[in-house]
């Protein structure tokens, strides 16, 4: 049964530069819409002794006794030979979209008439960050890292790191 593509219906960015007096920002964004995936990793964990628990399994039900209903797993068990966690179904199959902060820098360069002083043609301070914040609908932990022939996350993929920068650029 066809429930959906891992590739997304529809992908893009946009790109700005503001500069106001001394003053520049420049920043990213990057989004994907429709994209199918399956979040294994939400799955996976309940295999006992073969991987360390890395969820909170708090709130899951599992089915206990005959008239349990509204359960989210059939039992609390290590599947051996029944697989019954690796048979994936269409309520596993979640529809993902997703916008990312990747890029944005401030800046601000000193007066000319300060570098005519020291000598300097330019002296500019800046901060940058990247993968700043995202905004998505996905229950697992980075949308952008799943496998996007697959779209399966098996929970082997690190999110993408936030990095920040301070920096100074000086041109003589």
């Given at each position: 049964?066809?429930?959906?593509?891992?590739?997304?219906?529809?992908?893009?960015?946009?790109?700005?530069?503001?500069?106001?007096?001394?003053f520049d920002m420049s920043l990213s964004f990057a989004y994907q819409l429709g994209r199918h995936m399956i979040n294994g990793l939400s799955?996976?964990?309940?295999?006992?002794?073969?991987?360390?628990?890395?969820?909170d399994i708090g709130g899951t039900k599992f089915w206990d006794e005959p008239g349990d209903n509204d359960v989210d797993y059939p039992s609390w068990q290590y599947p051996a030979n029944t697989y019954h966690y690796y048979r994936w179904v269409d309520r596993h199959?979640?529809?993902?979209?997703?916008?990312?902060?990747?890029?944005?820098?401030?800046?601000?360069?000193?007066?000319?008439?300060?570098?005519?002083?020291?000598?300097?043609k330019e002296f500019r301070i800046f901060a940058s960050g990247e993968n700043l914040l995202t905004w998505d609908n996905y229950s697992g932990l980075d949308p952008e890292t799943v496998n996007i022939t697959t779209g399966f996350d098996n929970?082997?993929?690190?999110?993408?790191?936030?990095?920040?920068?301070?920096?100074?650029?000086?041109?003589?």
């Open positions: 049964v066809y429930v959906g593509s891992a590739l997304p219906f529809c992908s893009g960015g946009l790109v700005s530069e503001l500069r106001w007096k001394n799955l996976s964990y309940l295999n006992i002794g073969k991987e360390p628990f890395i969820m199959v979640e529809k993902v979209n997703w916008l990312k902060l990747k890029t944005l820098t401030i800046g601000y360069t000193l007066p000319q008439k300060w570098m005519k002083k020291v000598g300097l929970g082997t993929n690190y999110p993408l790191a936030r990095k920040l920068t301070l920096g100074l650029t000086l041109k003589f």
